[in-house]
Each structure stands twice: as C-alpha cells, then as structure tokens.
C-alpha cells in the first residue's frame, strides 16, 4: 500500500520523511495461518474409484457423508414442501433413479442411493446430498417428456456423490476460510474482510462450475452404461433454458452454476463414451420407449 502527501511544493507523490510501519506480529500470524490452512488441505489427498482422479477430502469418509446426508433430507424436503404425496410416483422415481445408480459404473460398495420427489410445484430444482440422497422438484418433474430426461438429471446427481464433491466443497471451503483470515490478519483492518470474502466467493463460484462440468461427464457416463440416450441430458438444458423468465433463473442455476460450454461440453462427453459399458458385470437396462408416462402436469393427477 503507498501512502502520499501533499509537499511543500504542492505536489502529490513525495515520500519524504515516510516511514511505513509495518505490524509484524500480525503478519507472522497471518503467515502461519494461512500456511496451516493449506498444508491442511494439501496434506490429505486419495484417489477417486470412479474418475481415476486426485481429490483433496480431508479424512471424511463415505459413512460420514451418508450419515450427513440422512441426517440432512428431512429438513431439504421441508424446505420444499415436503415429499409429492403420490406413492406410485415415488415407486416411479425410485425405480428410474435406481436404474442408473445399480446397473453403472456409479454402484460401488458404501453408498445408499435413494432418490425423492418434491411436492414443490413452483421451484424447479433437482440436488443430491452427500452419501445418495437425490431430490428433483415436481415443478421440474412436470416440464419433462420422456423418462430419458429424469434419468440424465439423476445421473448428474449421482455424479455429484460419485465424484464426492461434497467433501470437495468442503474442504476447500475450510481452506479459503482459512486464506481469507489471513488476509483479515495480515491487513490489520477487520473491515477488509468484506473484500476478502468476495473474493471467496468467486472462488468458490469457479470451483462450482468445474464440479457441474464433471457432474455432466459422469451422467453421461452413467447414462450410457445403463441404457438410456445421453442426448436427453441437452434436452434438459433446453428444458431449464426455456422456463428462464427474464433475469430470473430456475433455482437449479442457484446450486448449479451454468458454464456456457456446458452442451458442447455433454457432446464431447457422449463421444467419449459411446458405446461404453459398465464394469460390474451387471446387464443394463432397456430405453425408455413410452415418453408419455412420465408427465405429470396436473398435481392431481396419479401415474398410470
């Protein structure tokens, strides 16, 4: 930080007679704690059974995440109204949901996938908890047409709880947490932290976008492994597109940042895995070929 005065000459710029004064101890301080927060989040690393990749999740296990993710449903269904009160329509879920998660690549030992409609009719929405609890909206459910499309939503979900980034956002949570008061410290003035946190969030917004990216990538994975036409995933950025009213987006971007090469993105990924099969020995399953059983538009209304 430069600091001016106004010299005799009047000019701007002098530095005469200056001596910054420098709060060493806070800056020690702030050193060693931001140098915590990142031996932290360096120090721990395993490598994902799914996606063959490096991730950084601290010592959560998949137990924790599935005992948080139970923990955590009853109070998400809440907040959306709680579940669509039609049994049939949740056998339905479950059964599309399920289609996915047992016949791919996505069922491996320690998760309990369980998948839930939402009585919500306004909010469109679909999310995973960490640990296999799915959720998806009936406000979304109903701007579907073909069982395709749940299931390219469900195989994002699961992608989300495959690739655990959950424990992801975690983590790096608790290292920008830990950078940020660093930075707090290191300025000496609590009230940059406002600054520190902005820059956080946009961080953390980045991080988002990568995991979507991923996400995306499994679905497609999954999707193909179990049968279903990965092309009903770009129908459903069609369908979330199409009910943007203005500047006002679905809930669905809200937790699930939208990159712009998102579709080009999900055409690769059909590429990269055309004509891929699952690995654990289990016959995928059939293609949907009724489209029309899956709509729902009158709440009223009961699947055949």
Same mark, same amino acid.
């Given at each position: ?15 005469? %007679? ?41 010592? #959560? ?52 996938? &369980? ?5 919500? +009719? ?7 908890? +960490? ?13 579907? &047409?073909?069982? &395709? ?8 979900? #699961?992608?989300?709880? #495959? ?17 940020? $008061? ?25 991080? $988002?976008? &990568? ?7 499994? %679905? ?9 036409? +990965? ?11 199409? =009910?943007?009213? $203005? ?27 055309? $004509? ?15 489209? %029309? ?9 009961? #699947? =055949?």
């Amino acid at each position: 930080m430069a600091y001016y005065r106004n010299d005799e000459n009047g000019g701007y710029g002098g530095m005469t %007679g200056y001596r910054p004064h420098i709060q060493w101890g806070s800056l020690l301080v702030a050193l060693l704690f931001a140098g915590f927060a990142v031996c932290k989040y360096y120090g721990q690393s395993e490598v994902n059974e799914v996606t063959g990749k490096k991730q950084h999740i601290g010592n #959560i296990t998949k137990e924790q995440e599935i005992t948080l993710g139970l923990q955590s449903a009853p109070s998400m269904a809440e907040e959306y109204g709680g579940l669509y009160p039609d049994e049939k329509a949740q056998a339905y879920i479950k059964q599309v949901g399920h289609k996915v998660s047992d016949v791919s690549s996505a069922n491996i030992p320690g998760y309990q996938f &369980d998948f839930h409609l939402l009585a919500d +009719p306004n909010v469109i929405n679909a999310f995973a908890l +960490p640990g296999g609890q799915l959720f998806i909206t009936y406000a979304l459910f109903s701007k579907l &047409d073909k069982e &395709d499309q749940l299931a390219g939503i469900f195989g994002h979900e #699961i992608g989300h709880v #495959i690739a655990r980034h959950g424990s992801e956002k975690i983590q790096k949570d608790q290292l920008i947490q830990g950078l940020t $008061g660093a930075a707090v410290i290191a300025a000496g003035n609590y009230n940059s932290s406002q600054y520190a946190q902005m820059i956080a969030n946009m961080v953390g917004l980045k991080y $988002g976008r &990568d995991q979507e990216l991923e996400a995306d990538n499994l %679905g497609v994975r999954f999707m193909i492994e179990s049968g279903f036409n +990965p092309q009903a995933m770009i129908e459903v950025m069609h369908i979330l597109e199409e =009910n943007t009213n $203005g500047n006002r987006q679905p809930e669905f971007y809200s937790t699930h940042p939208n990159p712009e090469n998102r579709i080009e993105k999900i055409k690769e990924a059909i590429d990269q895995f055309s $004509g891929h099969t699952n690995t654990n020995g289990l016959q995928a399953a059939n293609p949907a070929s009724n489209p %029309g059983e899956i709509k729902l538009k009158d709440p009223n209304k009961k #699947i =055949n």
